[in-house]
């Protein structure tokens, strides 16, 4: 009796999600030093900083309000397709 491929592909995930794997922790603590601050050389000023910050609020905003409209449309939808379906 098989169960057809789902069942190998199950086995398969299990037994690769059982490896040992890699630590970054380990990688970082490895280094001994060889890695150094990060730097910019382009300072921004606060007032540049609050621009891109009011900046991406508004486009953050738009993409919601997009979504919403678009899900309110499918849900819209979906009520009226489930409501005028013959059984």
Do not use: W
């Given at each position: 009796?098989?169960f057809g491929g789902a069942v190998g592909a ?59 409209i678009l899900f309110s449309l499918f849900i ?12």
């Amino acid at each position: 009796m098989s169960f057809g491929g789902a069942v190998g592909a199950m086995i398969t995930s299990l037994k690769n999600n059982k490896r040992e794997r890699p630590s970054a922790f380990k990688n970082l603590k490895n280094c001994n030093g060889t890695h150094r601050k990060l730097e910019f050389d382009k300072k921004a000023s606060k007032q540049q900083l609050q621009q891109i910050k009011e900046k991406l609020q508004k486009e953050n905003k738009k993409i919601a309000f997009r979504n919403g409209i678009l899900f309110s449309l499918f849900i819209i939808l979906l009520i009226y397709f489930v409501g005028f379906y013959k059984f």
